[in-house]
């Protein structure tokens, strides 16, 4: 049986891939990722709208997947992979620009996050539509047309509108 | 560390102990062991006979396995309306039911394919049958000293299965009403969640579908619902609406079977 | 043109409050009142903290009077022995860890001897329940136009209703949060934040902390949402900040969490609202009594201006010479409520609206027809006695609507669809409604609002100008209004940051006025600068830029400012007395229509299609205007299905996003907007209002739909699938409980 990983300190050592390069960090392990990004790697661009994994502005990529990063203790992260939305080719924006997907913008980089990913694996669209995709990124001001046509266009990018 | 401690709580993906972590402050003074290295207890794994999720497998796991959608597709649609993506790749199945919410998500459908829950601790191994892992409102057969690393499901092939979910939205919605229902040659599975204290079986419900006469309309299932759940008022829903629903959802989603005999 | 803080936003890069860098400072919380009402009697500290590393304020820190100032100076800013609501602020504390402020303010007990409060706004008070005047009205408005009890006596059919709504909750997805700290020698007290008002701010920190404007400046952080809840609130926060910053000597930044943000912050009105209509038996509007009740909570805040334009859009579209329309807005112990988009019409006109497909019912005519029938006509006039006379066709803006959702089609459709399946029901419904923009009657004279473009030594030009972007578009807007005035490219003109030290006071970003009124400062000051600088009106382009830097070379080192200043069009009077005349300059107008699915089962309600036809002015930015009714729309469908306030004491105990629900992408169909337009000479690019009135039409629409879908007679949002089951189930709707008038 493998032992489960223990700590009990007030500080602990964490070292992780962030956007592509290796870091190491001394961290609390009362911390949040969010808060690590946030407060002591100054990467503001993931924001805090809930602290309970509703809203999903604090999205970030983990191994590639989008998660919540309110709810990860920055410890778990030791040994993988992070990245936020510093890490996006703002090139690959320009149809979130054209199509209205952001307005006040706090709800913003965790939509794009959560776009880009859907971006990269357009085979889920054979059993999700965006909108279900995109669920756990709560909007309040733009009604959620904005996105979904963003995240079409940059899919098909025929300018048309699809089944979303 | 568990064995010697039992205040200590083993954390996975972390989706319902860290919800609101920074105001819960006492929080921050429990020992957690941390589960997420323990790279074994990730993947799921087909046998002949079964299905086996790891400790650690996440509803996103599911939902990607190919077979999983079309052997056991209750799994991929309870998986798919937990919460939304940012928590079905973090969510885990062994979490699931070690939060043991009456509103569970997770639960409801393993329990309806008769899943054995798994722990394993310093003495040793042991299996209990998900519909007789809790015995009250978060009480569960799981020693503090122990860990659930694994849940097997049988295979079988399946007459009749849905779940339905009743939330007050689409998605990141906690159920207010859930059933999952299956029918195989083992018999019928009534399984209901959010009307009361634990996720439980059904038998008089069971006990209909098997044996009873058809019910004319969803009111004349109430008195056997009545014998099978106790729903209450809460901050989402009310007693009387918990109760209508499971009855119309039942009626409507078993309009071929009631009255056929099994 | 695209907006032009859209990529700042898309990378994460556009800092708000709590991403700013700041030195040495530390974080601030507020300890709050438990109890609705009663007098402190004890302030405990616990003993387990070391209470000298914090910075403790309470009321006699406060230098100036104790008071949030508003309307009315009766809100204090920290209490000082009486509390009037749950989660009213007592104490501030602050200290480097935010961890330890959080712990030390669970360590502080607020002991209060309870008193009766009012927390019902729709019964009459106890009378140890009185604690504003001798009713706790707050305030009192009546609208009357020709004799309306002889004209309902006369009546052949007089139809009544009453019908509910209930608070809604902004959820801005940026929660609010100021910072502040003393600049220059200590003596300059600065407060940047999330807000929609700098000015609001400003006053009020000059008013409490006895400050001139040469001593305390303002800025707006890009904001993260508002919607009306960062229009007045921020000023508490301001100054619950500062005060922290002022006695601790560091800079104090306070950000609340989504928890605290949802409970004790500022919600839309509560409203109960009765109509007892007169028509004519083929359906014309003959008499119309209205009134309208609404929960102001614990203090006065904006409820008076709320419950104005509640009466005022109360009667609806539609042309009727007897109307009488009486509005209270009632003190309760409930945490304020305040501005929230729409600001009481939407509230007045989801009764209004639902009420108008009751009167069909009753009289067996069809809701398009009894529409079609009153909606006014050019030359006849509204409740306050305003002539409406814009050219607007209003029957068009209808029929657009019908013809886009194909509604008479869809009713057929939904005939058959509902006579054969087993679980669902479809349905469509119709809103027709308004929306005046700008303050009312005389309010944006009183403003004065100014406005400045100025002259850069590059020859491009900077509008400095008090209105903030908070999503709606402000920034690409005031450039693209600049630009096209000056025939400039967008490059060339900045916006200045709104920072009360160097931008002029242009009025709140309130009332759906900021492109309509505001964006006519802009073209305003952009003429005055052009003649500064010696050209005349028709000057464009490269000669304006030329002159501009042609300016600057012969007067190095000095500003070079057009001036805006507000004045009302032409012809407006309004008597404030007798709320009478011209409410606003003008109204926009829309039609929408909602098509539902019912599941009997679970009698959920799921929007399946939405068209929203408005007709407002000239559209300036397609993009920016589709995303207001787009976003208002679905702020419209949470607030009509799922948005429920739940109380205890006043207080909303369903103070989380997973307990307080608004729609996500897949709760909501794509909203399909179509404008008509009809340009308004009096704004900006012939634009009228247009950021509330879609809030305005979706709840009604919605209820209609239901109605014809299912047979159920719903009075009261929210629609919740729990209400529907009930009226199904044959019980009479909430807003029956209280059908009496109040009077």
Request: charge should be neutral; hydrophobic fraction near 40%.
């Amino acid at each position: 049986m493998l032992r489960p990983y223990v700590r009990h300190m007030s500080v602990l050592s964490v070292s992780f891939i962030l956007n592509g390069s290796p870091v190491t960090l001394d961290v609390d392990p009362a911390s949040r990722l969010l808060d690590t990004l946030r407060y002591q790697l100054a990467l503001t661009g993931t924001k805090e709208g809930c602290g309970e994994g509703e809203c999903g502005a604090c999205t970030v990529y983990l191994d590639g997947l989008p998660v919540n990063s309110c709810l990860i203790p920055t410890y778990q992260v030791r040994g993988h992979r992070v990245e936020t939305v510093e890490s996006l080719d703002p090139s690959a924006l320009e149809p979130f620009e054209r199509c209205g997907a952001t307005q006040c913008g706090a709800c913003t980089p965790g939509v794009v996050m959560t776009a880009c990913w859907i971006h990269q694996h357009p085979e889920l669209l054979g059993t999700h539509s965006i909108r279900e995709l995109m669920a756990g990124n709560l909007c309040r001001c733009t009604g959620y047309d904005g996105i979904v046509d963003s995240v079409a266009e940059a899919l098909w990018g025929t300018g048309g509108k699809r089944e979303t | 560390m568990l064995a010697s401690d039992g205040a200590a709580i083993p954390i996975a993906g972390g989706t319902d102990l860290l919800a609101h972590w920074p105001v819960h402050v006492e929080a921050h003074e429990r020992t957690y062991v941390d589960l997420s290295r323990l790279d074994p207890l990730k993947s799921l794994r087909w046998t002949a006979d079964e299905l086996q999720l790891g400790g650690l497998t996440t509803y996103w796991d599911v939902i990607r396995d190919p077979r999983a959608g079309e052997e056991f597709p209750l799994l991929v649609d309870a998986a798919r309306q937990v919460g939304a993506i940012q928590i079905q790749a973090r969510g885990t199945w062994a979490g699931n039911i070690v939060n043991a919410s009456p509103a569970a998500d997770g639960v409801p459908v393993l329990m309806a394919y008769d899943a054995m829950v798994v722990l394993e601790s310093r003495r040793g191994r042991e299996e209990v049958p998900l519909d007789r892992f809790y015995s009250g409102y978060k009480e569960m057969k799981r020693r503090p000293d122990q860990l659930v690393v694994g849940i097997r499901i049988p295979r079988r092939r399946y007459a009749y299965q849905v779940f339905e979910k009743v939330g007050a939205r689409r998605a990141q919605a906690i159920a207010k009403v859930g059933l999952a229902v299956t029918r195989s040659g083992a018999g019928w599975r009534v399984v209901a969640a959010s009307v009361a204290p634990t996720i439980r079986r059904c038998p008089a419900v069971e006990r209909l579908l098997e044996t009873g006469a058809a019910p004319e309309g969803p009111d004349d299932l109430l008195p056997t619902i009545a014998q099978d759940v106790t729903p209450i008022d809460d901050i989402r829903s009310s007693a009387h609406y918990r109760t209508r629903v499971m009855a119309r959802v039942l009626y409507h989603d078993l309009r071929d079977f009631w009255g056929k005999r099994a | 043109m695209k907006r032009r803080e859209a990529l700042a936003k898309l990378t994460g890069r556009e800092r708000y409050v709590d991403d700013l860098p700041l030195e040495g400072f530390l974080w601030g919380m507020t300890v709050r009142s438990p109890a609705p009402r009663g007098r402190v009697t004890a302030i405990r500290f616990g003993k387990d903290i070391d209470w000298s590393q914090f910075v403790v304020v309470d009321h006699r820190d406060i230098p100036g009077p104790n008071v949030v100032a508003l309307i009315e100076q009766d809100q204090p800013v920290l209490a000082a022995g009486y509390v009037r609501h749950v989660h009213e602020p007592v104490l501030l504390l602050a200290h480097a860890s935010r961890e330890a402020v959080r712990r030390a303010v669970r360590s502080v007990e607020v002991v209060v001897a309870p008193e009766p409060p009012a927390l019902d706004f729709r019964v009459p008070p106890a009378p140890d329940q009185i604690q504003y005047g001798s009713d706790n009205v707050i305030k009192h408005l009546k609208i009357e136009k020709g004799d309306v009890e002889r004209a309902l006596a006369g009546a052949p059919v007089v139809v009544s209703g009453t019908y509910e709504t209930g608070a809604q909750e902004h959820v801005y997805l940026e929660t609010q949060g100021m910072i502040a700290y003393l600049e220059g020698e200590g003596d300059v007290l600065v407060v940047k934040g999330s807000m929609q008002c700098p000015y609001y701010v400003l006053k009020a920190l000059q008013h409490a902390l006895a400050r001139d404007e040469t001593r305390v400046r303002v800025t707006q952080t890009p904001t993260g949402g508002g919607f009306g809840g960062k229009e007045e609130f921020p000023s508490h926060i301001a100054l619950h900040a500062a005060l922290l910053a002022l006695k601790g000597g560091r800079p104090v930044k306070l950000i609340y969490d989504r928890g605290e943000d949802m409970a004790a912050t500022t919600k839309r009105h509560p409203a109960l609202v009765h109509h007892r209509t007169g028509l004519t038996r083929d359906g014309r509007l003959v008499a119309q009594d209205i009134e309208v009740v609404i929960d102001g909570g614990a203090y006065v805040t904006l409820s008076p201006v709320v419950l104005s334009r509640a009466i005022i859009h109360a009667a609806g579209p539609y042309a009727c010479d007897h109307v009488r329309i009486t509005g209270r807005a009632m003190f309760t112990n409930a945490v304020p409520f305040g501005a929230f988009r729409g600001f009481g019409a939407p509230q007045s006109q989801f009764a209004g609206e639902r009420h108008m497909d009751v009167i069909a019912g009753s009289l067996g005519i069809d809701p398009v027809e009894l529409r079609r029938l009153n909606l006014l006509r050019d030359g006849q006039t509204t409740a306050t006695g305003q002539v409406i006379r814009d050219g607007t066709d209003r029957l068009a803006v209808m029929e657009r609507a019908l013809e886009l959702s194909r509604y008479r089609e869809k009713e057929h459709q939904h005939t058959a669809f509902n006579a054969t399946h087993a679980t669902l029901r479809r349905g469509s419904g119709l809103a027709t409604f308004y929306h005046g923009a700008g303050f009312t009657g005389g309010g944006e004279v009183a403003l004065k609002s100014r406005l400045r473009v100025a002259g850069r030594p590059d020859g491009g030009v900077e509008v400095l100008s008090a209105n903030v972007e908070m999503g709606q578009g402000t920034l690409t807007v005031f450039t693209e209004l600049a630009a096209a005035r000056l025939g400039l490219a967008p490059e060339d003109v900045t916006i200045a940051e709104a920072d009360t030290g160097r931008v002029p006071n242009s009025g709140p970003t309130v009332a759906s006025r900021t492109t309509m009124i505001v964006g006519g400062l802009v073209e305003r000051a952009a003429d005055d600068l052009r003649r500064r600088v010696g050209l005349d009106d028709s000057a464009r382009g490269a000669a304006v830029k030329r002159a501009i830097g042609q300016w600057h070379r012969e007067h190095p080192g000095e500003p070079l400012f057009g001036e805006g200043a507000y004045e009302a069009p032409p012809g407006i009077t309004w008597d404030d007395k007798t709320y009478r005349g011209d409410a606003y300059g003008a109204f926009a107008w829309a039609a929408y229509v909602a098509e539902v699915e019912v599941d009997l089962r679970t009698c959920t309600t799921r929007v399946i299609d939405f068209v929203a036809v408005q007709e407002v002015g000239k559209v300036l930015n397609p993009t920016l205007a589709t995303g207001q009714v787009q976003g208002g729309v679905v702020q419209g469908i949470g607030w009509a299905l799922m948005e429920e306030c739940k109380w205890r004491d006043g207080a909303m105990a369903n103070n989380q996003l997973t307990n307080y629900l608004i729609p996500t992408s897949d709760d909501v169909p794509s909203v399909r907007v179509a404008f008509l337009e009809n340009p308004y000479p009096h704004g900006a690019g012939g634009a009228k209002g247009l950021g509330e009135l879609p809030i305005d039409g979706p709840a009604p629409a919605i209820l209609n739909a239901v109605a014809r879908a299912t047979g159920a007679d719903p009075r009261a949002i929210p629609l919740t699938p729990e209400r529907l089951m009930e009226l199904m189930d044959g019980q009479a709707d909430v807003g029956a409980q209280h059908a009496a008038p109040l009077r």
